[in-house]
């Protein structure tokens, strides 16, 4: 008994997709609301019941029907065309068993995830790991979009890294580990600007409105994933629920948590996750796209500037003045 | 196979020539008050993701070879709306004389619904796309 409650963490990948569908249900329709447009909608007219009934489940229709489509590979395409798609799938889901899902509990099980002292670059490593598998099965395709996407997207990579990572490390200075799982607290009061800063990277993680340089739909058509299709688009699709969610809930368990019992833990991750999505969604709404140097530029001042002023603001805090 | 489209239509929109008139009204269609997004619709930028391509204009000869490949290139199962009084026919553009015509859209590619009108109003985008999604 004890054994399969300690396993309860190998659900992780499964919690990932639901809630992920529902936090992209929430990005398309914040995003509609803002424009003053109605969104998918949640009950359709009496007049469309016949083609569906409610769209709440709109990004799992997506999925499906990207899997069953037919997938066109391209003559020029290597066969990491189709491993990278799968790659960064089985990143992605690496990646969930390291962030913690509602850790209420005491022990092993009530972790919520696997930990061990240095889990926190572990998840650096996978999260690196999703977009490297993406850019190889991109730049693999021999399309033109696809390399100016993929340089696009390392650029971006290489300047959004450093202050991801700083301001997760102040974090490690105050709680003196590694692990994901000590880490956690409400540091949004502790730490204000290591939550911004983390924030800001994760917006370019998952390219968020004013960072969807690498994927500008208007420009450069969909840059990596320009040839893809059906299937393996539709897994590209699945990793992106995922790592919306995986991120989501890093950021709860990293700034906005708080110890709790039971059921009252998962209402509070779950109620978390959302109000990070929804303020994911708004940024998404509000903002126009950078340029890439403009985008670049900006992260290499205001956001290192900011993650390095979180690092300080630690070790004051640690160690006194 | 086509319950699934109908649940998520992906809507690739090939210009074909013609003047930009029908496709001021695609746009109108995605805005606020004719929102075609309630239905699921998304608008992609790349035939590979489509399920089903809008076509307006009156195909230029030389834009024959494009549109051929560009549906070569959406994967099965997929749909083709002719849009416009030039999609259909050829609308304004059609004369004797006009040497720079290859025709309209389904002399090229085999077409599932026409919207007629110069340019048809969203209402009639909406219908005609409603209709794709009710085809068998
Ligand atoms: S049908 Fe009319 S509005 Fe549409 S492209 Fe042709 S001429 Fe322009």
Redesign the interface.
């Known amino acids: 008994m004890q054994a399969a409650t300690d396993l309860v963490w190998l659900l992780n990948p499964v919690i990932a997709f639901v809630v992920g569908l529902v936090l992209m249900f929430n990005l398309?329709k914040v995003f509609?609301r803002v424009?003053?447009?109605?969104?998918?909608?949640l009950w359709?007219p009496d007049r469309?019941k016949?083609?569906?009934r409610s769209?709440l489940l709109?990004p799992l229709?997506?999925i499906?029907?990207l899997l069953?489509?037919?997938?066109?590979i391209p003559h020029t395409a290597t066969p990491f065309f189709t491993a990278g798609p799968i790659m960064a799938l089985s990143f992605a889901v690496l990646l969930t068993l390291f962030v913690p899902v509602a850790a209420g509990g005491t022990g092993a099980a009530g972790k919520g995830a696997v930990d061990f002292a240095f889990s926190l670059v572990i998840v650096f490593y996978l999260l690196v790991g999703v977009t490297m598998s993406i850019i190889i099965g991109g730049t693999a395709s021999a399309s033109l979009f696809a390399a100016i996407g993929g340089v696009r997207e390392i650029e971006l990579m290489l300047a959004n890294e450093i202050p991801f990572i700083l301001g997760t490390f102040a974090l490690a200075i105050t709680a003196e580990s590694l692990s994901v799982h000590e880490m956690m607290g409400f540091n949004l009061i502790f730490n204000p600007f290591a939550a911004m800063a983390v924030f800001i990277a994760i917006l370019v993680k998952l390219h968020i409105k004013p960072f969807d340089i690498p994927e500008a739909?208007?420009e450069i058509?969909?840059g990596l994933t320009?040839?893809?299709?059906?299937k393996l688009?539709g897994i590209l699709e699945i990793t992106k629920v995922i790592m919306l969610f995986a991120l989501s809930a890093l950021f709860v368990d990293l700034f906005l948590w708080v110890p709790l019992p039971g059921l009252w833990a998962w209402a509070w991750f779950l109620g978390g996750v959302l109000v990070v999505g929804g303020a994911i969604g708004f940024v998404n709404a509000l903002f126009a796209r950078f340029r890439i140097d403009q985008a670049t530029k900006w992260l290499f001042r205001f956001s290192t500037l900011l993650s390095l002023t979180a690092i300080a603001f630690a070790l004051i805090g640690r160690y006194g003045l | 196979?086509s319950s699934?489209?109908?649940?998520?239509p992906?809507i690739y929109h090939a210009h074909a020539g013609g003047c930009v008139g029908c496709d001021v009204e695609l746009l109108a269609c995605m805005?606020?008050r004719y929102?075609l997004?309630?239905?699921?619709v998304?608008w992609?930028?790349?035939p590979?993701?489509a399920?089903i391509l809008m076509v307006t204009g009156p195909v230029p000869l030389h834009t024959k070879p494009f549109l051929e490949r560009v549906y070569a290139?959406t994967?099965?199962?997929k749909r083709v709306i002719a849009m416009g009084a030039c999609g259909c026919s050829c609308g304004v553009f059609i004369d004797d004389e006009n040497y720079s015509v290859a025709g309209p859209v389904d002399r090229i590619i085999p077409v599932d619904v026409k919207i007629p009108g110069c340019p048809p109003k969203p209402e009639a985008i909406i219908e005609g796309i409603?209709k794709v999604?009710?085809m068998k």
């Open positions: 398309r509609a424009q003053s447009r109605r969104g998918p909608l359709l469309w016949d083609i569906n769209k709109q229709y997506d499906e029907k069953s489509k037919k997938t066109i739909d208007a058509v969909g320009t040839e893809y299709s059906g688009l | 196979m699934r489209i109908k649940k998520s992906w805005g606020p929102d997004e309630r239905l699921g998304r992609v930028a790349s590979r993701y399920d290139q994967p099965e199962p409603i999604l009710r």
